[in-house]
């Protein structure tokens, strides 16, 4: 037979299976709940992954163009530097040739100073008659190949007559 005290054993027993129960059902309801945060944090993870996916790709066929450019640059640096040094290269015959021609020019200016006061030193003074008015005016004649800073005009008194 059974008995009072093997009942209470049992019932004891029991009432401790229900409370593990609910407590592994509580435990487990915990996890489905974190299992699905889990599973939303996932796919948002997921989705970032594939938006940084595009972006890195994005920035590949970005680096591609700049490397692109950059060696395309660099090319054209190449042929700048090649046309510089063929430019350096043919220099000293177009010196040779500025050389001449500065030669030439430096012998014309040592020449030019005695040809100009040759013609400064005889201004050819002339007087005209107005109206047979017996009223002159003097002129001067400026030689043809004079420049402009050569032109010596009759001082007045240190003041110019312009009218």
Avoid: W
Wanted: aromatic share 4%; hydrophobic share 40%.
């Amino acid at each position: 037979m059974i008995n009072l005290e093997q009942v209470k054993l049992l019932e004891a027993k029991v009432t401790r299976a229900i409370d593990y129960v609910e407590r592994l059902s509580k435990e487990n309801a915990a996890l489905h709940r974190q299992e699905a945060d889990m599973q939303t944090k996932l796919e948002s993870y997921q989705k970032r992954i594939d938006e940084l996916e595009v972006l890195v790709s994005g920035f590949r066929d970005d680096q591609d163009q700049i490397e692109e450019g950059i060696l395309s640059a660099l090319d054209r640096l190449g042929q700048f530097e090649k046309a510089m040094e063929k430019t350096l290269r043919d220099k000293p015959a177009a010196k040779a040739a500025r050389e001449a021609v500065a030669a030439k020019e430096a012998v014309a200016a040592k020449e030019a100073p005695a040809a100009k006061e040759a013609v400064a030193a005889k201004p050819q003074a002339a007087v005209a008659d107005t109206n047979n008015s017996g009223e002159g005016q003097t002129c001067f004649e400026i030689p043809e190949d004079a420049s402009e800073g050569d032109i010596t005009a009759p001082a007045n008194d240190g003041e110019l007559d312009i009218f």
